[in-house]
């Protein structure tokens, strides 16, 4: 019995000292998710009649500073930007107390500038509040901030308050904000601790972190009238771009020889035409009169140096331009870039073939014998008679009209076009089925407008691509009821865009600061419409100023 238990307990005694031996690996406890806490402030956060040139922060742990020079806000300004240091658990302000207005609430608003030493979590919206008289200024102005285009909220833009003594048209671009906030992810602002006061206010997305409007290198929502702050208040901006002032070429391609292209900075009516009058006839323009922020065209029988001069019909302003042109070493290859307007096989409702060249077409040498269309309905399988029409140097429209629902081959044999040079076309073949009525379907607006005025209303995808317009123009004697029918409609989802027309130039135009013009309002009915193969549908749509 005791050499039992004598072995039980040797048996136990090794057990427990392998269990002891077990390597295991160290978890190091939970992540800390807790950002700094402030113990103490020196003077007390709140503080009124200050009158002091630091301040010291007092933390429950070691501190950094993130982002400071980007998260700091002062408000209002002062001259001197306070300097600010971390040490182990504390943090130091210095500021130039010289500098601070009598009666007046100062703001160190830190964002997220105060972050632990170790996991970096930081402190939200952390700010210090003092005041240099009796009490404390407590009005807060809230705000949100959307694009003018499509009322989206805009993120993270310099919001800015100007004091009423500060005028001029370049007030903007000119003074830093007295008093200044940063919009978050939602398009939202918060201004605290602000006085009774009138404000110029403005918000722009201040690129180059300069708290400065840039101009048209910026998106800007400013307030055509001043604000009066009396009580806490709440307020929207519309954000634009603002069109360039001045236009002018941005750049030039001569991706090969034969084309070329002139970029723009901003969308013109521009008239193409050679600097060199014999060469008038070797120039073609696409798009002619369509207004544009590319100029495209083909050119001809020009060799080293192409000189074009482009008039501008809306500023009547001409300039003139050299190119070098390239050598021409590929022209056989680019006959043989043909393409269709065909898309996944398929044809557009009541649409036509139309092939496109990437070189000038000799418009005069084709032959159609040499190209050949079948269809197939019902398994039977008969030859289209063809005719089409030149619609420039290198683009060639079939007249054709084809039937709903059928499928289609198009053959063209070698030496069917030719270029400029005499080189021919390869041989090629196309397969498309055209759509049928039953695949598509309807969309009736039932609208009201609240005015008279003008609108352009657009169907729109969630995307923001447009499938179809229409522009409304309602007289004084005019019914503001209007009905809008939108056939064809590809099956998806949709919703309906109303752009407030106001110069009935039939288009979206948006602002100018200078003219204190804001841009044309826009409103997009929240409801999404669903569009239903071979399906109508109707939708009501009280539209309010």
Same mark, same amino acid.
């Given at each position: 019995?005791?050499?039992?238990?004598?072995?039980?307990?040797?048996?136990?005694?090794?057990?427990?000292?392998?269990?002891?031996?077990?390597?295991?690996?160290?978890?190091?406890?939970?992540?800390?998710?807790?950002?700094?806490?402030?113990?103490?402030?020196?003077?007390?956060?709140?503080?009124?009649?200050?009158?002091?040139?630091?301040?010291?922060?007092?933390?429950?742990?070691?501190?950094?500073?993130?982002?400071?020079?980007?998260?700091?806000?002062?408000?209002?300004?002062?001259?001197?930007?306070?300097?600010?240091?971390?040490?182990?658990?504390?943090?130091?302000?210095?500021?130039?107390?010289?500098?601070?207005?009598?009666?007046?609430?100062?703001?160190?608003?830190?964002?997220?500038?105060?972050?632990?030493?170790?996991?970096?979590?930081?402190?939200?919206?952390?700010?210090?509040?003092?005041?240099?008289?009796?009490?404390?200024?407590?009005?807060?102005?809230?705000?949100?901030?959307?694009?003018?285009?499509?009322?989206?909220?805009?993120?993270?833009?310099?919001?800015?308050?100007?004091?009423?003594?500060?005028?001029?048209?370049?007030?903007?671009?000119?003074?830093?904000?007295?008093?200044?906030?940063?919009?978050?992810?939602?398009?939202?602002?918060?201004?605290?601790?602000?006085?009774?006061?009138?404000?110029?206010?403005?918000?722009?997305?201040?690129?180059?972190?300069?708290?400065?409007?840039?101009?048209?290198?910026?998106?800007?929502?400013?307030?055509?009238?001043?604000?009066?702050?009396?009580?806490?208040?709440?307020?929207?901006?519309?954000?634009?771009?603002?069109?360039?002032?001045?236009?002018?070429?941005?750049?030039?391609?001569?991706?090969?020889?034969?084309?070329?292209?002139?970029?723009?900075?901003?969308?013109?009516?521009?008239?193409?035409?050679?600097?060199?009058?014999?060469?008038?006839?070797?120039?073609?323009?696409?798009?002619?009169?369509?207004?544009?922020?590319?100029?495209?065209?083909?050119?001809?029988?020009?060799?080293?140096?192409?000189?074009?001069?482009?008039?501008?019909?809306?500023?009547?302003?001409?300039? &003139? $331009? %050299?190119?070098?042109?390239?050598?021409?070493? @590929?022209?056989?290859?680019? /006959?043989?870039?043909? !393409?269709?307007? +065909?898309?996944?096989?398929?044809?557009?409702?009541?649409?036509?073939?139309?092939?496109?060249?990437?070189?000038?077409?000799?418009?005069?040498?084709?032959?159609?014998?040499?190209?050949?269309?079948?269809?197939?309905?019902?398994?039977?399988?008969?030859?289209?008679?063809?005719?089409?029409?030149?619609?420039?140097?290198?683009?060639?429209?079939?007249?054709?009209?084809?039937?709903?629902?059928?499928?289609?081959?198009?053959?063209?044999?070698?030496?069917?076009?030719?270029?400029?040079?005499?080189?021919?076309?390869?041989?090629?073949?196309?397969?498309?089925?055209?759509?049928?009525?039953?695949?598509?379907?309807?969309? &009736? $607006? %039932?609208?009201?407008?609240?005015?008279?005025? @003008?609108?352009?209303?657009? /169907?729109?995808?969630? !995307?923001?691509? +447009?499938?179809?317009?229409?522009?409304?123009?309602?007289?004084?004697?005019?019914?503001?009821?209007?009905?809008?029918?939108?056939?064809?409609?590809?099956?998806?989802?949709?919703?309906?865009?109303?752009?407030?027309?106001?110069?009935?130039?039939?288009?979206?135009?948006?602002?100018?600061?200078?003219?204190?013009?804001?841009?044309?309002?826009?409103?997009?009915?929240?409801?999404?419409?669903?569009?239903?193969?071979?399906?109508?549908?109707?939708?009501?749509?009280?539209?309010?100023?």
């Amino acid at each position: 019995m005791k050499n039992f238990l004598r072995i039980l307990f040797v048996l136990t005694t090794i057990f427990l000292l392998q269990q002891c031996a077990q390597v295991g690996q160290l978890t190091g406890g939970k992540r800390d998710t807790t950002p700094p806490k402030l113990l103490e402030a020196v003077p007390a956060n709140q503080s009124t009649n200050f009158n002091s040139g630091k301040i010291t922060l007092k933390f429950d742990e070691f501190v950094q500073l993130k982002n400071l020079n980007s998260q700091l806000i002062v408000t209002p300004k002062l001259k001197t930007q306070p300097e600010v240091e971390a040490s182990g658990k504390t943090i130091h302000i210095y500021i130039k107390k010289e500098e601070l207005q009598p009666n007046t609430t100062y703001r160190l608003f830190f964002g997220k500038a105060i972050a632990d030493m170790h996991e970096g979590n930081s402190m939200e919206n952390f700010d210090y509040v003092f005041s240099t008289g009796a009490n404390i200024d407590t009005i807060k102005l809230k705000g949100t901030i959307t694009e003018a285009f499509n009322n989206k909220a805009v993120k993270e833009v310099l919001v800015g308050l100007y004091s009423p003594t500060q005028t001029g048209d370049s007030l903007f671009y000119k003074e830093i904000p007295d008093y200044m906030a940063r919009g978050n992810e939602n398009g939202e602002f918060l201004f605290s601790n602000l006085p009774k006061q009138t404000f110029k206010v403005a918000a722009f997305t201040d690129k180059n972190k300069n708290s400065l409007y840039d101009g048209e290198a910026e998106k800007i929502a400013f307030m055509n009238e001043d604000l009066n702050l009396l009580s806490d208040t709440n307020i929207h901006l519309n954000m634009f771009q603002e069109e360039p002032a001045k236009v002018f070429i941005k750049k030039t391609q001569m991706p090969y020889y034969g084309l070329a292209r002139i970029m723009l900075n901003k969308k013109s009516h521009i008239k193409l035409s050679a600097l060199n009058k014999e060469q008038l006839n070797n120039l073609s323009e696409t798009f002619v009169n369509k207004e544009k922020d590319t100029v495209s065209f083909y050119y001809k029988d020009i060799q080293d140096t192409l000189g074009v001069v482009l008039e501008n019909l809306d500023t009547q302003k001409t300039d &003139t $331009l %050299k190119l070098a042109v390239p050598k021409d070493n @590929s022209a056989r290859k680019r /006959l043989k870039q043909m !393409n269709a307007n +065909i898309s996944n096989g398929t044809l557009p409702l009541n649409g036509k073939i139309k092939f496109t060249f990437q070189t000038w077409t000799d418009t005069l040498r084709f032959d159609l014998s040499k190209i050949n269309m079948t269809s197939q309905e019902d398994s039977l399988i008969s030859d289209v008679p063809l005719s089409g029409r030149w619609l420039g140097v290198t683009d060639y429209e079939l007249n054709n009209t084809f039937k709903e629902g059928t499928s289609y081959l198009v053959k063209i044999d070698t030496n069917a076009f030719f270029d400029i040079k005499g080189f021919s076309n390869d041989s090629v073949k196309f397969n498309f089925k055209t759509k049928s009525k039953i695949e598509f379907g309807k969309i &009736t $607006l %039932k609208m009201l407008f609240n005015d008279k005025g @003008s609108y352009i209303v657009q /169907l729109i995808k969630v !995307n923001e691509a +447009i499938v179809r317009e229409q522009f409304v123009s309602l007289s004084l004697s005019s019914s503001n009821a209007v009905s809008l029918d939108f056939t064809d409609v590809v099956p998806d989802t949709y919703m309906v865009k109303i752009i407030f027309d106001e110069n009935r130039n039939k288009k979206w135009d948006s602002g100018n600061l200078l003219r204190k013009k804001q841009a044309e309002k826009v409103i997009i009915n929240s409801k999404q419409i669903k569009v239903l193969a071979d399906w109508e549908m109707e939708e009501e749509i009280l539209v309010k100023d």
